[in-house]
């Protein structure tokens, strides 16, 4: 039996009972009144009738609070909420972009999926959204070692012009906690200098943590707040240091490797706009690896949990469509 041979995937109501069981672990929760313990199953509840379907359809996940006595469904307050869209093919999509190492494209969610182009975009991006860290617990705890690095990625259209190719481009600066966790945060290319690096920095990681970079001089001031702060000279060749093995920065360049192709290979188009959402969908992914012992199946329930509270609301759709994600 394969994965996607899963009930969930193929039936509404076991798309429910599935998403139920991991965002209402201890039990129903009414999004109305907060009540837990006196909430109704409404079964065979359906919807008005309409010409294409003349006795309505089963309202799945109906249910009834009994202390305010809304109805209210598991999609309430989620990022399903505003969507017509079956929960099972939401399921289907938090798998195939939890599951694929360098993301899928709102192209192949639209052909996969049977749905639209424009369906398929708002739902990358909703998933992307709870893919998002929510705890924001810092770096390097315990003298961890942490390395940090920046890439540069698509253009930035309210850059400055310059001749110079990398100053039209957004910057992004990496945090990757050796053995743990990635966080990406995405700003103009003529911000990125050490008193904008240092608040990063502090917001993100621990003081006792040791701190690995390349020898660009905006990380000099802020690596000297650390326990230790080593890089290595990449301009002169030097990958590893000779005399501390530990002294490199192979691991977030691991990360941008993967990143960078999956935004060549698969989000060729992305906007500056919705890059920080990328950006999060690639730390997500890497901080939910199967070398950490997260499986497939475990970084959707995961990336699931992430859908409570985090609606997102587009007022200009053609806007998205311009992003061609
Ligand atoms: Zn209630």
């Not at 400055?160 to 103009?188: C, D, F, H, Q, Y």
């Not at 500056?272 to 199946?297: M, P, Q, T």
Request: hydrophobic share 35%.
């Amino acid at each position: 039996m394969s994965v996607l041979s899963k009930p969930y995937f193929h039936n509404e109501a076991e798309a429910f009972a599935f998403v139920e069981s991991v965002l209402w672990a201890q039990g129903p929760v009414c999004p109305h009144c907060g009540a837990m313990g006196r909430v109704y199953v409404l079964a065979g509840v359906r919807t008005k009738a309409t010409k294409k379907n003349p006795e309505g359809v089963v309202r799945e996940g109906l249910k009834k609070c009994g202390d305010c006595r809304k109805q209210f469904t598991v999609r309430i307050g989620t990022i399903f909420e505003e969507s017509h869209l079956p929960l099972h093919k939401w399921l289907q999509a938090i798998f195939l972009m939890c599951s694929s190492k360098k993301g899928v494209s709102s192209h192949q969610l639209h052909r996969t999926l049977e749905v639209t182009y424009k369906t398929a975009w708002f739902l990358s991006h909703r998933i992307r959204e709870a893919m998002r860290d929510g705890e924001l617990a810092p770096f390097g705890g315990g003298g961890g070692i942490v390395e940090v690095d920046e890439t540069f990625q698509g253009q930035d259209p309210d850059a400055a012009p310059s001749k110079m190719a990398i100053r039209n481009k957004n910057a992004i600066l990496t945090l990757v906690e050796r053995g743990g966790r990635a966080r990406s945060i995405v700003m103009p290319v003529d911000q990125l200098n050490a008193a904008n690096i240092a608040e990063v920095l502090s917001v993100n990681v621990v003081k006792e943590a040791r701190l690995r970079t390349d020898e660009a001089k905006h990380y000099i001031t802020p690596g000297k707040a650390y326990a230790e702060h080593q890089s290595v000279a990449h301009a002169r060749e030097e990958y590893v240091s000779k005399d501390d093995p530990t002294v490199h920065t192979n691991t977030v360049e691991g990360f941008y490797s993967i990143f960078k192709r999956g935004m060549k290979g698969v989000y060729q188009h992305c906007s500056k706009k919705h890059l920080h959402r990328y950006a999060a969908e690639f730390d997500f992914r890497y901080s939910n690896r199967i070398a950490l012992g997260v499986d497939d199946k475990a970084r959707a329930v995961t990336a699931l949990k992430g859908v409570v509270g985090k609606r997102l609301t587009y007022r200009r759709p053609h806007d998205g469509l311009n992003a061609r994600g």
